[in-house]
Nanobody
Framework: QVQLVESGGGLVQAGGSLRLSCAASGRTFNSYAMGWFRQAPGKEREFVAAVSWNGGNRNYADSVKGRFTISRDNAKKMAYLQMNSLKPEDTALYYC??????????????????WGQGTQVTVSS
């Protein structure tokens, strides 16, 4: 069993930065990939970024490449999403997700089995 709790969301002006954190519990955290997804009102949940089990490989959606950075600290059972140069279109509920089968940073939701409750990010223009 894995439990995930996100934090760090908030209201920020366009061009600003936020750092999201995901605190995980459970024995399998260090063995598998972690990901961040987001869902804007009226839209489907979409992939943002993922990191491999040891942090060595990362995968990003085209829309956030060069602006967002995903990382993890297995000793602390934490995952992070550093978001820079934020745009109004980044406004969404951001979810942390954990896989229990995949070690590599895939961007597909079926590979992730545990989800947090989400943290709201709102970017004003």
């Amino acid at each position: 069993q894995v439990q995930l709790v996100e934090s760090g969301g908030g209201l920020v002006q366009a061009g600003g930065s936020l750092r999201l954190s995901c605190a995980a519990s459970g024995r399998t955290f260090n063995s598998y990939a972690m990901g961040w997804f987001r869902q804007a009102p009226g839209k489907e949940r979409e992939f943002v970024a993922a990191v491999s089990w040891n942090g060595g490989n990362r995968n990003y959606a085209d829309s956030v490449k060069g602006r967002f950075t995903i990382s993890r600290d297995n000793a602390k059972k934490m995952a992070y999403l550093q978001m820079n140069s934020l745009k109004p279109e980044d406004t969404a509920l951001y979810y942390c997700a954990a896989s229990i089968t995949t070690t590599q940073p895939v961007g597909l939701m079926p590979h992730y089995h545990y989800w947090g409750q989400g943290t709201q990010v709102t970017v004003s223009s």
